[in-house]
């Protein structure tokens, strides 16, 4: 968008192929040239997702789980479904470079771990970079806080003329931190990423006012998408699913504590730690004490849906989040939620569930909300508003228009 106060002066002239040409503009004749081109041309769209090779391949137990690796894989089959030629960047986790899924060809950049040890840092900028340089692209987009932010705003200035794109993951990435000491390698890659990106884009408007108040800059508001579920056969209104990576953040104790004092409850646990870490270790050990816990570990997608199918409620205990890709999905097949996170209140303002700020009143919720017809009403409501408003379809064509407009300005 030309009116950006982040907008990247680097990103002229714009480049857009179109009949194995280029056209290019640096003045208003050629912002006009630019705009007819996004028209006539397939857009080519490249997104760095460094950990959802799993996904988009539909590898049966994916490596690594999260909300942003299920949204990014989404949103490049979206796109492509939208007339994009869409590309996407991982991790090189083996697999032959340039593989095709759903039409979506894949780029491999560098191994999630080894090398030397503060020369490995290097290697892998220009492993990405080169992965960038295949992928050929009008737009790169990249999601979520972390060194490669900033790097892969570094690689659309080193190829001159292309569009960065940022999106905001959890509320953490509008603070300017990413865990590391704040003046830190990372922290400087990320804030030199976000500063120079094209447009960015909130899942919420609590996001789109936190980016603003800290860092100065604009948002966009897209929400992420995710495919609707079936419809459930017959749910068990007294079992419980808790979704999520085992970290600080998401406050697992308060499900094991929640379980403890609903001995009725039966509590299903999907999800483990990306990375092995003492507490995990430790909570781990502690649900696998608690007789009416399940752990499921990781789960295929099949698995995984078929628990949001059958369970009466989802569970989120995080302090923080983004928009929680569960939540979406919870709502596509009817499933009420009751979470101590609310994005913007919807929760609260459209009636998909309970908001609680105690372990009590979360307990509470657990105990008298399910095999009612509040619930009953919350699950026709949430089913409702899914389809309404996060449906791939309507969500990547949004993705699409911004990215035409942005490659035009």
Excluded at 371 to 379: A, D, G, Q
Aim: aromatic share 8%.
């Amino acid at each position: 968008m030309s009116d950006s106060p982040h907008a990247a002066p680097v990103c002229e002239p714009v480049r857009i192929q179109a009949g194995g040409g280029q056209v290019a503009g640096t003045g208003p004749a050629g912002a006009v040239k630019s705009a007819r081109a996004v028209s006539r041309a397939r857009l080519k769209v490249c997104i760095v997702g460094l950990k959802c090779f799993d996904q988009l391949a539909e590898t049966p137990i994916p490596k690594y789980i999260g909300g942003i690796e299920t949204q990014l894989a989404v949103l490049a089959k979206g796109l492509q479904r939208e007339g994009c030629d869409v590309s996407l960047i991982t991790f090189d986790q083996g697999q032959p470079d340039g593989e095709v899924f759903h039409g979506v060809t894949v780029f491999k950049s560098y191994a999630p771990s080894g090398g030397i040890r503060g020369l490995r840092g290097f290697s892998r900028a220009g492993n990405l970079w080169r992965a960038m340089r295949r992928a050929d692209a009008d737009i790169y987009l990249q999601m979520g806080a972390g060194s490669e932010t900033g790097l892969t705003a570094l690689g659309c200035r080193l190829m001159g003329a292309r569009r960065f794109v940022f999106c905001l993951a959890c509320d953490f990435d509008c603070l300017g931190t990413v865990g590391a000491p704040r003046f830190g390698l990372e922290n400087a890659l990320y804030r030199h990423g976000i500063k120079n990106a094209g447009l960015i884009v909130a899942q919420t408007q609590t996001q789109q006012k936190s980016l603003e108040k800290s860092f100065g800059l604009k948002a966009r508001v897209i929400p992420m998408a995710v495919p609707a579920l079936d419809s459930p056969g017959e749910r068990r209104a007294n079992s419980v699913l808790w979704v999520g990576r085992l970290m600080p953040e998401k406050r697992f104790e308060w499900l094991l504590e929640a379980a403890r004092r609903c001995p009725e409850i039966e509590f299903h646990v999907a999800g483990t730690p990306n990375q092995p870490s003492g507490y995990a270790a430790q909570l781990l050990e502690t649900a696998a004490s608690i007789p009416n816990v399940r752990r499921h570990g990781r789960l295929s997608r099949a698995e995984l849906n078929q628990l949001f199918q059958s369970c009466g409620l989802l569970c989120c205990t995080s302090m923080l989040e983004g928009f929680p890709t569960t939540f979406l999905e919870a709502w596509s097949c009817g499933l009420p939620v009751v979470t101590t996170f609310d994005p913007d209140g919807i929760v609260a303002r459209h009636d998909l569930g309970r908001v609680v700020n105690t372990l009590d009143e979360l307990v509470a919720q657990l105990r008298t909300l399910p095999n009612t017809e509040v619930c009953s009403r919350m699950s026709r409501t949430a089913k409702g508003f899914f389809s309404e408003n996060y449906g791939v379809e309507a969500v990547s064509r949004r993705f699409r228009l911004a990215f035409e407009e942005l490659a035009a300005s």
